[in-house]
């Protein structure tokens, strides 16, 4: 495909036309979600792969592992779309992650150019320029994190952070199992916590995510950044940010002053 026939426009936004339509984000408007449905939501290479297999371990840990096995036929039989958007087209129960800006970036300039689906860029200087702008498939992030951060404080949404998962994995799934209501003992966390290591995500990733695992499970490091951020960037990115989040608690959860200092 043409790079331009590779992405289309819906309500100001670029998205990815190999892999969802504008029928199916319209038919999203009449989604009835069920009661217990929890929705993660996360911006491009922010972590939500990761995110997602440790919620599903912790929401399995009650099942033995004979209904486990019943529960992944199920799964199998049933050939859902994980992501909303790209499926067929109540109250929901939502965890949103976040990922500091710079981490953001560099991970999705290198996710595109490895990603056949998706279009390449010649350059990490025209990625930067296009993601600083909101050019980019799923818009801007400077955006996306603002509008979730007028739901902080909502009771039926829960915040965290890639940093916070990645310094304490376990602290970090206490948190989440309690505003879900998981129940689990000490064992099962640290269990699950091997389990969805970096090194050991990456290790499965072509058993878990076939041919686009390598795309999806590159260093999984914070700080990768600042092998590529020129000084230039580095204010660009800082001004940037002070004007879409500064003062916000969506800021004070990212840690930028801690995460992105040059």
């Known amino acids: 495909m043409a790079p331009e026939d590779m992405m289309f426009s819906y309500r100001g936004i670029s998205y990815p036309s190999t892999i969802t339509s504008p029928e199916t984000l319209e038919a999203l408007k009449s989604f009835e979600a069920r009661d217990d449905d929890v929705i993660l939501v996360g911006y491009p290479k922010t972590g939500t792969n990761w995110l997602e297999q440790m919620v599903k371990e912790l929401a399995d840990a009650r099942y033995t592992e004979e209904e486990m096995k019943e529960r992944i036929n199920a799964e199998k039989k049933l050939e859902t779309f994980q992501r909303l958007e790209l499926g067929d087209p109540g109250v929901y129960e939502i ?30 200087d025209e990625f930067f320029a296009d993601f600083m702008n909101g050019k980019l498939a799923w818009g801007s992030y400077f955006d996306h994190l603002a509008e979730w951060n007028k739901y902080i404080d909502n009771e039926r949404i829960i915040t965290i952070s890639y940093e916070e998962l990645k310094e304490d994995p376990i602290l970090g799934m206490k948190k989440i199992a309690s505003f879900f209501g998981f129940s689990l003992c000490e064992e099962d966390f640290s ?43 580095n204010e660009e990115m800082y001004r940037k940010f002070q004007d879409s989040l500064g003062g916000t608690k969506m800021a004070a959860k990212i840690k930028y002053d801690v995460y992105c200092k040059a």
């Open 191 to 233: 269990r699950i916590a091997k389990k969805t290591s970096f090194k050991a995500m990456k290790e499965k990733c072509g058993e878990t995510h076939g041919k686009f695992g390598d795309a999806l499970f590159r260093k999984g490091v914070v700080g990768n950044w600042r092998d590529v951020f020129s000084e230039a960037q």
């Open 95 to 124: 965890l949103v992650l976040v990922r500091n800006p710079k981490d953001t970036a560099v991970s999705y300039y290198h996710f595109s150019n490895n990603l056949p689906l998706s279009p390449s860029f010649d350059s990490w």
